[in-house]
């Protein structure tokens, strides 16, 4: 695994707000697939029914993201276009945005539309919870007490997730390293055991901080 990281949604938000008595409510939701982001956005349809709109966005994968959008009867580009670019700005994947809006009596014009649907959208992104995943290499090192110590300062130092510690008559560290940092981490726990530790290589994968606590993604 060669990847880069990326910003996803882990937990959807919701917000609303109000521009001449028109509502906007924006509802956002994490999408890993095409089919998860229309099944979210006709969930959302069924439940306001009865709103004029239901303006949609969506980016689904990593490398070359599929990117929808859905004006919905609003002027065109006026509603799905700036929630997309809302999403593209953040450099969110994996995400889809409905934002429904009730009609108020009154005409918001192109701008207003459009100030009205990016704002909702940047709502509802800033109230749902976003991590960034990593790619990294999940390694076992194994070492004499001696050593601990120093593989210990290495890690903190190095900013280094040590997922597990077991103490036997040897001490064995689980560790989720940056992909960049992999050889350099091996170099540097090689060096202050004299070259005695034991250093093996499990599963490739990203992994996330979330709420102080590092999440290995299978």
């Known amino acids: 695994m060669t990847g880069q990281s990326y910003k996803i949604v ?3 938000g919701e917000a609303e707000i109000t521009e001449k008595k028109s509502r906007f409510i924006a509802h956002v939701a994490p999408a890993e ?3 998860e982001a229309l099944a979210f956005i006709e969930e959302i ?5 009865d709103a004029r709109h239901n303006c949609t966005a969506y980016s689904v994968g990593i490398q070359q993201p599929v990117l929808r959008c859905s004006d919905d009867g609003e002027p065109s580009k006026t509603a799905g276009m700036p929630m997309m670019e809302v999403i593209q700005g953040e450099e969110l994947h994996n995400i889809v945005v409905v934002v429904t809006r009730y009609f108020g009596g009154t005409l918001l014009g192109t701008g207003g539309l459009i ?7 940047q709502e509802g992104i800033r109230n749902s919870q976003i991590i960034t995943k990593h790619p990294g290499q999940r390694m076992k090192v194994k070492c004499d007490y001696t050593s601990s110590g120093k593989i210990q300062y290495i890690t903190a130092s190095e900013h280094i997730p040590v997922l597990n510690a077991e103490y036997t008559d040897e001490v064995e560290f689980d560790l989720m390293v940056p992909e960049e940092q992999v050889k350099r981490i091996k170099k540097q726990c090689m060096e202050v055991s004299g070259g005695k530790a034991l250093i093996k290589d499990l599963e490739k994968a990203y992994f996330a901080e979330i709420d102080g606590e590092i999440k290995v993604f299978s």
């Open 10 to 12: 882990y937990k959807g």
């Open 33 to 35: 697939t095409e089919e």
């Open 45 to 49: 349809r069924k439940k306001y029914w």
């Open 115 to 121: 100030r009205a649907y990016t704002k909702s959208a």
